[in-house]
């Protein structure tokens, strides 16, 4: 059974940094595209990043030039290296696939950016 794990998040100062992890159970993984997502308080789930299985890359504005997708296809696992992290980063990640599938929605990780 498809499952993704989330973790890595926590609280950290305006301007630092933090790695999330997703753990993916299922080889199916390895060939689709990840994503990254975040839900503020108050609002709704937003795509932070993806990642095609060949490694290309994308970033919401938002992010640009911050944050870093990468993945492990070996291992199952995409990352999600945060930098310059401002307070409205503050929210819940959360991994899917990207287009997401609902029935994959996991815990996902707090991140809470404050000082």
């Known amino acids: 059974q498809a499952q993704l794990v989330e973790s890595g998040g926590g609280l950290v100062q305006p301007g630092g940094s933090l790695r999330l992890s997703c753990a993916a159970s299922g080889s199916i993984f390895r060939i689709r595209t990840m994503g990254w997502y975040r839900q503020a308080p108050g609002k709704e789930r937003e795509l932070v990043a993806s990642i095609t299985s060949d490694g290309s890359t994308d970033y919401a504005d938002s992010v640009k030039g911050r944050f870093t997708i990468s993945r492990d296809n070996a291992e199952n696992t995409v990352y999600l290296q945060m930098n310059s992290l401002k307070p409205e980063d503050t929210g819940v990640y959360y991994c899917?696939?990207?287009?997401?599938?609902?029935?994959?929605w996991g815990q996902g990780t707090q991140v809470t950016v404050s000082s």
């Open positions: 899917n696939l990207y287009p997401y599938r609902s029935a994959l």
